[in-house]
């Protein structure tokens, strides 16, 4: 067995607004053990993103007053600040105050337009996404943590953040970026139940 498929090799890809983390397979935390985050912010200052592959057992109008019932789905965006609501969509021209992360990807906004295009049924799950918190870094937080091995940045399409909210998000990306991130998609979850 080629037990270097454990040492990362840095894919040489800076963390930066728009792309996302991967964690490694053997970090054991609640909110990161195999996550996918998106970076909406990141600068000298410190870093933003939004755990895209855990997804909440509820939807929005079980959540927040006043929203019809729908489809719209809630994920946790991490830790910090998990009492208050957050959204990545791709409706920038119609969401006051929205800030673009990519094109086509935009983050945050006046959220009482949200409640009012979805209760005209002028926004559809796949275009808007909510998050409850967020994951957030200190100033060189970050780097450090990438330094010492626990994230890899790659990037992803705009579709696939609005649309994936499942676990196997994490290995689809994975498998994706070549064989040696294959061989840890495939790691157990747990090693010592094999």
């Avoid at 870093?47 to 959540?63: A, C, D, Q, T």
């Avoid at 808007?128 to 010492?148: N, T, V």
């Avoid at 609005?162 to 196997?168: D, P």
């Amino acid at each position: 067995m080629n037990l270097d498929i454990f040492n990362i090799t840095h894919n040489h890809v800076e963390p930066a607004v728009g792309k996302v983390l991967l964690s490694v397979p053997f970090i054991n935390d609640t909110y990161f053990s195999r996550s996918v985050i998106l970076l909406t912010l990141h600068d000298s200052e410190g870093s933003v993103g939004y755990i895209l592959n855990k997804r909440i057992p509820m939807f929005l109008h079980e959540l927040v007053d006043d929203i019809p019932r729908s489809k719209f789905t809630v994920c946790i965006g991490g830790p910090v600040a998990n009492d208050t609501l957050q959204m990545l969509h791709s409706l920038g021209h119609m969401i006051p105050d929205s800030i673009q992360i990519k094109p086509g990807l935009f983050w945050g906004g006046n959220f009482d337009a949200v409640r009012s295009l979805i209760k005209k049924q002028l926004i559809h799950p796949h275009e808007i996404r909510f998050f409850m918190g967020y994951s957030g870094w200190g100033k060189l937080q970050l780097h450090d943590e990438i330094q010492a091995n626990s994230w890899v940045v790659t990037d992803i399409g705009v579709d696939t953040i609005l649309t994936h909210s499942e676990e196997k998000l994490w290995n689809a990306t994975l498998v994706k970026m070549g064989s040696k991130y294959k061989a840890w998609a495939d790691f157990p979850r747990d090693p010592s139940l094999n």
